[in-house]
């Protein structure tokens, strides 16, 4: 049974870099079984995936964050990231990591963290 | 980007009652459909997936069903633990969309 855990600042200045942590026990973020994906949720609002990246290297990312989203990977930690830099107000939400079947579905979950953009 | 359209987008219920969410895909995912309940606060929950596929652990009160474009997520009986906001998510594209949520409130 895979756990997941968010970790980060809560608070983030605007037009600063937004960093995260996820850290995965009960697998291994180099898994073959698994891909790991970042999910966000603003308030009151619907889920907006961000992006998933494989044990393979490959990387994929929502098209209107592309060009401000990073993620990578620290085996050694057992732990993936996320940067997601030149935030604005618009950027505060739930942010969720969860592990990804290629059967299917997202059965792992974080608990998610609150991250607020304001100065 | 495939869009993913949910419907309706609230609906009002009672306990026992059967509730049908319906998604539909803006094109052909064949059964790369995932469907998830959420509760305030919490991260959602994976109830079915392949469209059809139960998670385990998942009570068998929930089903899903279709393929291609139209999709359908039931509830045979409401449970007071039901009331909540459920998601359709397509897996078909390496770029995830989710439904915008239907909210099933009491």
């Known amino acids: 049974q895979l756990h997941l855990q968010e970790s980060g600042p809560g608070l983030v200045t605007p037009s600063e870099t937004l960093s995260l942590t996820c850290t995965v026990s009960g697998g291994s973020v180099s898994s073959s079984s698994y891909y790991w994906v970042w999910i966000r949720q603003p308030p009151g609002m619907g889920l907006e995936w961000i992006g998933s990246?494989?044990?393979?290297?490959?990387?994929y990312y929502n098209p209107s964050l592309k060009s401000r989203v990073t993620t990578s990977v620290d085996t050694s930690k057992n732990q993936f990231s996320l940067k997601l830099s030149s935030v604005t107000a618009a950027d505060t939400a739930l942010y969720f990591c969860a592990s990804a079947r290629f059967t299917g579905g997202s059965p792992s979950w974080g608990q998610g963290i609150l991250v607020t953009v304001s100065s | 980007d495939i869009r993913m359209t949910q419907s309706p987008s609230s609906l009002s219920a009672s306990v026992g009652d059967r509730v049908t969410i319906t998604c539909r895909a803006s094109q052909n995912i064949g059964d790369h459909l995932n469907w998830y309940q959420q509760k305030p606060g919490k991260a959602p929950k994976l109830l079915i997936y392949?469209?059809?596929s139960l998670q385990s652990g998942v009570p068998s009160g929930f089903s899903g069903s279709g393929s291609g474009t139209d999709f359908t997520l039931t509830i045979s009986s409401l449970q007071p633990e039901d009331f909540a906001t459920y998601y359709c998510q397509q897996s078909f594209s390496t770029t995830w969309t989710f439904g915008q949520g239907t909210k099933v409130e009491i």
């Open positions: 990246f494989y044990s393979s290297g490959s990387t």
């Open positions: 392949g469209a059809s």
